[in-house]
């Protein structure tokens, strides 16, 4: 099967972008009333860092939290301003099949390449994503690693036996058959060990652990990032408002990304969430 990429121009992209600070700016009111701390991650950072703002070709928007955070988040999420944004994950939508949860913009559509086929809501959106402990023992973090990687692909399967082709395709069929109350029922097994008086390192159980992308790092390093990288947060102005981010962003961007001011080649610089199809609403 073939998909096609929707082609946003510079106004639309633009637009996108500009919904997403709109989620921004509420997420953070809503936490900020009730204490709750959160830290922009990945390309948020670095572009609140490198550019006061969205990096120009960025076209989504990325949150960490603690899991004790983001359970308080979750007991409080009634109070986003609903004409503005929603809150997503499995609890609140039955479809939803991600371990992360997401805000969504009120009255849009927005639909990745591959996933048209899936009955969760859509939307322009916003991911957060909770972060979990990880066991002190190496051996540990790679046990814990391979149980989320088997959670994380039966729950990808649904997207797996359509955009994968032969044996992958047949594989994936098979696992899109097991229920996704199963691997989240499976997760709780981390999930609930979590709280912020440990002192270990964290990582959001069903997305590939971070480290593992930048194998310069030494072992002990790719299975989980430090817990005070995500307790220790202030304001950064990121376009027209502040929100929380890590104090050490310089030893959080240089982990990601290297030398985080030196701006990609040109080649580099592309949408990496691309749809299907876009509808903006009644959004101006």
């Not at 994503?129 to 814990?144: E, V």
């Not at 609930?192 to 971070?210: A, E, G, H, P, Y």
């Amino acid at each position: 099967m073939e998909f096609k990429k929707r082609n946003l121009t510079p106004e639309e992209f633009r637009k996108m972008q500009v919904l997403e600070l709109g989620m921004l700016a509420e997420f953070d009111r809503v936490c900020k009333r009730h204490n709750i701390k959160y830290t922009i991650v990945g390309g948020t950072m670095l572009g609140a860092i490198r550019h006061k703002g969205f990096i120009p070709w960025d076209d989504d928007a990325d949150i960490g939290m603690l899991r004790e955070e983001y359970e308080k988040f979750k007991s409080v999420m009634y109070e986003l301003n609903k004409e503005i944004c929603y809150f997503q994950d499995h609890t609140t939508d039955s479809e939803y099949r991600w371990g992360y949860g997401k805000l969504r913009r009120t009255g849009t559509t927005y639909i990745r390449i591959g996933q048209e086929h899936l009955k969760c809501k859509t939307g322009i959106f916003v991911d957060i994503f909770p972060l979990d402990d990880c066991p002190k023992s190496l051996i540990g973090q790679m046990f814990q690693d391979f149980y989320c990687f088997c959670c994380r692909k039966i729950l990808w399967s649904e997207v797996g036996r359509v955009v994968c082709k032969g044996f992958y395709k047949y594989w994936y069929t098979i696992l899109s058959k097991i229920p996704t109350r199963i691997p989240f029922s499976l997760l709780k097994l981390y999930t609930k060990q979590s709280n912020n008086n440990k002192d270990c390192l964290v990582r959001t159980l069903c997305f590939t652990s971070i480290g593992k992308l930048y194998y310069k790092h030494p072992l002990k390093q790719r299975y989980g990032l430090p817990k005070q990288w995500f307790m220790d947060c202030i304001d950064y102005d990121f376009e027209n408002i502040k929100v929380m981010g890590s104090r050490e962003f310089d030893n959080v961007l240089s982990f990601w990304f290297g030398d985080y001011m030196k701006l990609p080649s040109e080649d580099q610089r592309e949408q990496h969430s691309a749809c299907s199809y876009i509808d903006f609403g009644n959004n101006n």
